[in-house]
């Protein structure tokens, strides 16, 4: 389980993380979204032992993780910039890293070397991007974690590479019960791999669920409201509204159930209950946050 | 489970040696070089080559001069490659995400750079160790004290590169910081100097060497040298003259317990890296200081150093043509201090802060250094810590060095009392009439054409040496005239009174005194230069000793102390060795009426009759009102330099160079000047 509790973090003066609360249940794929500057990266950097928060408690399987080598040996970590040595090749890499994770296993190094099927001969900066990207989720693989923090994994991977990398990632996910935590921009993607997902915005967490409970808390009505109603009663609990004709679309607070017999009330002529997307939740649920996408006319 | 990473991580180590192989690789070649010239060398010669003594010599010349310039660039290269990874944020991130705690990076890395050092050095030795088997010689002693050496050196300097590295946050800015530390005493000690110089009566050295020994570079090298001692042999020769020949017998490492206190003081400063490390904030990777509390350090201390040294700089470009006297004006100098102090100010937080906006920001900063500037200048226009009026107390001091009259004086205090008393009276009698001595020597800068011989111009230094080894330096150019010499109490008279008292003109000669020892004498005479050995020099010395008892040497006239028409062209130049490396000389030129000391020279057979010609006599013209153009005339009727006819003739043509009516009519009063002491204290 990987704990963040009350976790706060200023960079001279800049409040990069404030107050900053998650919990990742073991085994789970945690998605961690938010805007730019919301400070995932940060977050993630606590929790791969880079960065000391300046109070709070960063714990893994119930250890703090800085300055823990024997924890930091069974995570492993991709961030958005990964390092390499400007001479080094994947060999070379894979070498160094044999040398400071005691469960790296060779053998599924070799195994993973025909998914990835990359020169592990050729310096690695001589890969293209989504090469490099590919590099890294090699090693971290085969380092053979149980944690895996991600800060944008699969920016520049091809579609077919996306999906073998998720579908290695998961399957540790159902063999090994390895616990990921996944910050992504890419909530389509996300939604499809993740349980759970956390939203961040100005260095604190806004909400966490479950992807079920996070969809069941907010539900998208169309709705037709009878002759002579022309807008949105005043009484009902409306995160967003708009209207296409006679067709007002609500976004709602609360699950399809509720809301259908709140909307009867008004005895309306359709009222029918869409499921939202993430992107959607994302955007309504920061548009709360005074993040909204904003009508500018240039 | 735990990791078997702990305090060191061999996968590390051996990454750190193999990415940077061409470092160590190339530091390692060059140092081969050395050993492989002198094999070709030793080819060359024939396998005839230096005594295992001389050999040690070597090694320690080396490990004196060599060493320290040499580990003080390699050892900043080596620890900008081990620690580089903490100025980026992608490799400090990857490097700390590993499973090794910082400890364990720490050890693994400080043992990579020493390695990285030892390398190159290891690869020279063994070399040279089997090269100086070859010709015999090899002298184990040596060898061991040189290893030591250079290993506590390489921890000084790879310690004190590592300390630089954990309070930058910038690969660029830790060979800057380390250089910087590295001469910053001698740089603040020349800084203060040249600032105080302009405000403090009596201030004239730009550099006191107070704090020397915070510049291990220039310490190690000032201190640590080999001691040689030489015997001086006579060689009986049926073919030549007996001549002396000085043979190794030993060699010291002389003050080599220092590097060993520089390597205790390197591991501490490892240490205190260590602390910082554990401290460090991953994101400092790309600042210009690393480290909180060195912030203000680094704004202040630039904004010091700019103010001083920039200040000083506008101050010559804008307002030296308009001071009135010797010292600045202090208001124009205030203000060239403070620009400076800006452009440094401001130039250190644009850099900390990383942005050019910080003049809103940072006002108060810039009034704490303008407020700086103006108490700076106004403590050195007021004497507030009494630096002008200071005259060390006869008990606290060691040693006393006076320069006068062109000649070194050494007193010491159980020895010297007597002197020591009358030098600190001359010493306060100047500062007591200061202005008189500013007043009379504005007046002689600006007159100093119109030569007279009723005042004279001369430089007097008194160098207390105290007893807790700091000393204590003052130098004055003073205006002397006839008429206060002949005032009792005043600083002309006290002046003339000790130079020309016996007991001073004895202190001239250095003979018999402990605290010199003789490194090398010549006679110069026409005929070229003869060295004197040590027993000859003895022989010389006494018998100007005795000239000096007798009144026949030694007495310096101020107001004629060039003129050298009465001495022979003949010197004696003796050089000395003093403690701590020092030396000093003297010249003496013999002159008419020494008796005792052509006797000497006589018997020694170092002159004969034939070399005792007076200047008057053999350089004529350049005592002689129309001398020089009387010069070219002869050179251009006899197509030669008098100087080569004299040589060739013995005498000039009659009616050329007429002696008595054209030679200057020497001052009935004056002293014969008979010898210029030039000495050098190195």
């Known amino acids: 389980m990987i704990e963040v509790k009350n976790v706060v973090k200023t960079f001279d003066g800049f409040t990069a993380l404030n107050d900053a609360t998650l919990s990742v249940p073991t085994g789970a794929v945690y998605g961690l979204v938010g805007p730019n500057g919301a400070g995932k990266s940060t977050i993630i950097r606590h929790l791969t032992g880079i960065f000391r928060q300046d109070s709070g408690t960063v714990q893994l399987g119930g250890e703090d993780v800085w300055e823990n080598a024997a924890l930091k040996a069974r995570i492993a970590a991709i961030p958005d910039d990964w390092y390499y040595f400007s001479t080094a090749t994947i060999r070379d890499m894979m070498r160094f890293y044999k040398g400071f994770y005691p469960q790296f296993s060779t053998e599924r190094y070799e195994k993973l070397k025909e998914v990835f099927n990359l020169d592990e001969k050729r310096p690695i900066r001589r890969f293209s991007k989504g090469m490099q990207k590919q590099a890294a989720f090699w090693l971290a693989l085969s380092a053979m974690p149980d944690y895996l923090i991600l800060d944008e994994p699969v920016d520049g991977l091809d579609p077919v590479m996306r999906r073998q990398v998720w579908s290695l990632m998961m399957g540790d996910v159902a063999e090994r019960g390895t616990t990921v935590l996944v910050s992504s921009h890419n909530l389509r993607e996300l939604e499809d791999v993740c349980d759970h997902v956390g939203i961040m915005d100005h260095g604190h967490v806004l909400l966490e669920r479950s992807l079920a409970q996070l969809q069941d808390n907010m539900v998208k009505m169309q709705v037709v409201f009878p002759d002579g109603v022309n807008e949105v009663p005043a009484d009902l609990p409306v995160l967003h509204a708009s209207r296409i004709g006679r067709v007002h679309t609500l976004i709602m607070r609360m699950n399809a159930e509720e809301a259908t017999e709140r909307l009867m009330a008004y005895s309306p002529l359709l009222a029918d209950a869409v499921p939202l997307t993430l992107e959607e939740i994302f955007i309504y649920e920061l548009g709360g946050a005074d993040y909204a996408v904003k009508d500018i006319v240039l | ?682």
């Open chain 2, 1 to 682: 489970m735990r990791s078997k990473t702990l305090c060191f991580n061999g996968t590390l180590f051996r990454k750190n040696l193999s990415r940077y192989w061409p470092l160590w690789g190339l530091a390692s070649f060059g140092g081969a070089l050395f050993p492989l010239a002198m094999l070709v060398n030793l080819l060359h010669s024939g396998f005839d080559f230096w005594t295992p003594l001389e050999t040690t010599q070597a090694y320690y010349n080396v490990l004196s001069y060599g060493v320290p310039v040499i580990s003080i660039v390699y050892a900043v290269l080596c620890a900008m490659a081990v620690w580089n990874y903490l100025y980026n944020a992608r490799s400090v991130g990857l490097m700390h995400t590993l499973p090794i705690r910082r400890e364990g990076l720490f050890v693994t890395n400080v043992l990579s750079g020493l390695v990285m050092m030892a390398i190159p050095y290891a690869v020279t030795g063994v070399l040279i160790v089997l090269v100086s088997l070859l010709y015999g010689g090899f002298e184990p002693v040596g060898v061991l004290v040189t290893i030591l050496g250079v290993a506590g050196e390489s921890i000084f300097f790879f310690g004190l590169a590592t300390f630089c590295a954990f309070i930058v946050g910038n690969v660029f800015m830790l060979p800057a910081l380390y250089g910087l530390l590295n001469f910053l005493a001698v740089l603040t000690d020349f800084t203060m100097n040249l600032l105080a110089q302009g405000f403090c009566f009596g201030l004239n050295s730009s550099y006191s060497g107070t704090v020397e020994w915070l510049s291990p570079v220039v310490y190690l090298m000032q201190q640590v040298q080999p001691n040689s001692i030489y015997q001086e042999n006579l060689v009986q020769n049926s073919v030549y003259a007996p001549y002396s020949t000085n043979v190794l017998t030993e060699v010291h490492l002389e003050n080599g317990w220092l590097i060993a206190v520089y390597a205790a003081v390197g591991v501490v400063l490892m240490a205190l890296a260590w602390l910082m490390y554990r401290r460090r904030r991953s994101e400092s990777a790309g600042d210009v200081v690393a480290v909180g509390w060195m912030k203000p350090v680094f704004r202040y201390g630039c904004a010091a150093f700019s103010a001083i040294l920039g200040g000083r700089l506008l101050y010559a470009l804008f307002w030296e043509s308009f001071q009135n006297g010797l010292y600045f004006t202090v208001l124009p100098m205030i203000l060239c201090m403070i620009v400076g102090g800006a452009v440094g100010y401001y130039a250190a937080s644009m850099l900390l802060a990383k942005t050019l906006r910080v003049f809103r920001s940072t006002w108060k900063g810039m009034l704490a250094v303008a407020l700086g500037c103006i108490a700076l200048c106004a403590a050195m226009k007021f004497d507030v810590f009494g630096v002008v009026r200071r005259v060390p107390a006869a008990d606290s001091v060691k040693q006393v060095n006076l320069y006068a009259a062109d000649s070194n004086y050494y007193l010491t205090p159980g020895q010297d009392d007597a002197l020591i008393e009358e030098v600190r009276a001359l010493h306060q009698a100047i500062i007591n009439d200061k202005d008189h001595a500013l007043t009379a020597a504005s007046a002689a800068s600006e007159a100093c054409t119109d030569r007279e011989v009723l005042y004279t111009y001369t430089t007097v230094r008194f160098t207390y040496t105290l007893n807790s080894g700091l000393k204590v330096e003052r130098q004055y150019d003073l205006y002397l005239t006839r008429d206060r010499m002949a005032q009792d109490g005043s600083y002309d008279n006290l002046l003339d009174r000790l130079i020309n008292s016996p007991e001073m003109r004895q202190k001239r000669i250095r003979w018999q005194d402990a605290g010199f020892q003789m490194d090398s004498a010549w006679i110069t005479t026409r005929t070229g230069d003869t060295d004197l050995n040590s027993r000859e020099v003895e022989t010389i010395l006494s018998a100007v000793a005795r000239d000096a008892e007798n009144g026949n040497w030694g007495v310096y006239d101020w107001f004629d102390s060039q003129n050298d028409a009465d001495h022979y062209d003949m010197t004696v130049h003796v050089g000395y060795q003093m403690e701590n490396h020092r030396y000093d000389s003297i010249d003496i030129s013999v002159q008419e009426g020494m008796a005792e000391t052509i006797q000497a020279l006589k018997e020694l057979g170092l002159i004969t009759d034939e070399d005792l010609v007076l200047n008057r006599d053999a350089y004529p013209w350049q005592y002689s009102n129309n001398g020089w153009e009387e010069y070219d005339q002869f050179r251009n009727e006899f197509g030669m330099s008098p100087e080569e006819y004299y040589n060739r003739y013995g005498d000039y043509p009659a009616g050329w160079f007429g002696t008595e009516e054209s030679i200057t009519d020497m001052p009935e009063d004056s002293h014969s000047p008979s010898m210029s002491a030039g000495a050098a204290s190195a």
